[in-house]
């Protein structure tokens, strides 16, 4: 059980960064190494879509299975 709420920890947070930087336009989020492939692809405007909408889905996944979790109790 521990293990599980370590991993919706982990899961909130990535999702709330990707949300902010979204929102913020955080420059050192979009110039990274990892983002740069999809910001060449899609252009700064789209890709910021994109990891706004990813985070909110790793934030609804996280809330999604920690009260399907504690249902199962």
Known sequence: MILHNIIQTIFVVAGLTAVAAALLDWDWFFT???AE???KNLGRGR???LY???GVLFIAAAVFFYYKVEAIK
């Open 32 to 34: 990274a190494r990892n």
């Open 37 to 39: 492939f999809i910001v």
């Open 47 to 49: 890709s910021r879509i």
């Open 52 to 54: 706004g909408a990813i």
